[in-house]
């Protein structure tokens, strides 16, 4: 059996990670959203469930985003030159939307739809084109502010997973982020002319 992370916007669920996460997704969190607590049966002594991971506002989401770049105008335009990508693709999975507007109207609906859980990666190829966080900032931008944002790991500290509850995640995701970013400047100044 397969463990996942999600990311969840209100109550809907996108970003499935099986038997791990993003740690792209987990960067645009802190260790000031984290949470880690469980719920036990208080007459049997036993654990019901454990609740792992991040929270946050659609708001601050967005505005974590803005700063790493991924303005509304910016991620628009990838996500309709991610569609034509894909349209031009040999033989992709499930046909591509034919519009950015068709797109973000459907993902408005799950949005709004309570019980719906949508895997982007069972359901789209888009994925394969556009940045992840690109379209985490589409989809922030058809909620409230007050939504919530959450990192779900709970799956993950289960039997078979064992991620570890005390490892500060998203600050071990953030290092590794401006490591690489780092790592592509000095690569990038060692091969300009």
């Not at 031009?88 to 739809?113: G, K, Y």
């Amino acid at each position: 059996m397969s463990h996942h992370s999600f990311l969840r916007i209100g109550d809907a669920c996108f970003f499935y990670g099986r038997d791990g996460y993003s740690p792209s997704l987990a960067a645009l969190f802190t260790e000031a959203d984290r949470y880690c607590y469980s719920n036990h049966d208080i007459e049997y002594h036993e654990t019901d469930s454990f609740e792992y991971g991040y929270q946050t506002t659609a708001l601050y989401m967005r505005q974590r985003l803005q700063i790493r770049g991924f303005t509304t105008d910016r991620v628009r335009r990838e996500l309709e030159e991610a569609i034509r990508n894909w349209q031009m693709s040999p033989d992709p999975d499930l046909p591509a939307p034919c519009t950015a507007d068709e797109f973000l109207e459907e993902h408005q609906r799950i949005l709004n739809d309570f019980f719906h859980h949508s895997d982007f990666h069972e359901r789209y190829d888009l994925l394969r084109y556009l940045d992840q966080r690109s379209l985490l900032r589409l989809l922030l931008d058809l909620v409230p502010n007050q939504t919530d944002v959450i990192l779900d790991l709970s799956e993950l500290t289960g039997c078979c997973v064992q991620l570890n509850s005390d490892i500060p995640i998203a600050e071990e995701s953030r290092k590794e982020e401006i490591k690489d970013v780092i790592l592509n400047l000095s690569y990038s100044a060692r091969i300009a002319p």
